[in-house]
């Protein structure tokens, strides 16, 4: 998938904080847990509880966000669509980025087991 600069300059100026609480509604309001959200966040990015939580406090991009990361080396490993879109065929780094996150969100949402979000 090719993106536009706008769209790319979009994705990358949203802010973590101002998306995260609707992560959180989306998985608590299918069962899931906030610890297993962190969990999943942590597994694509390495960053733990306390280093989230001053990403949110700081108001950080989606640019800084998965600048700071160490995005897991099997992130690959996810595919499908998200969006609309073919996570394997977008072509912008952080837009895939994004769209790796918005999928394991997906998947923990719709009660996938923790084993099979963490590939």
């Known amino acids: 998938m090719k993106t536009t600069p706008k769209h790319d300059e979009r994705i990358a100026n ?3 904080a101002s998306v ?13 847990t906030k ?3 962190h969990q999943i966040i942590e597994w694509l990015t390495g ?15 989606f640019e800084t966000f998965f600048k700071e990361a160490n995005l897991n080396p099997n992130a690959h490993l996810i595919t499908g669509v998200i969006c609309g879109y073919r996570i394997e065929e977008i072509e912008t780094p952080l837009t895939k980025q994004v769209r790796y996150l918005d999928k394991l969100v997906d998947e923990l949402a719709k ?9």
Request: charged content about 35%; hydrophobic content about 35%.
């Open 111 to 119: 009660g996938r087991k923790m084993e099979k979000i963490l590939r």
């Open 14 to 16: 949203i802010t973590f």
């Open 20 to 32: 995260y609480p609707h992560y959180v509604t989306k998985v608590e309001k299918k069962g899931r």
């Open 35 to 37: 610890g297993e959200l």
């Open 47 to 61: 960053f733990d509880n306390q280093m989230l939580n001053n990403l949110i406090d700081q108001k950080v991009t």
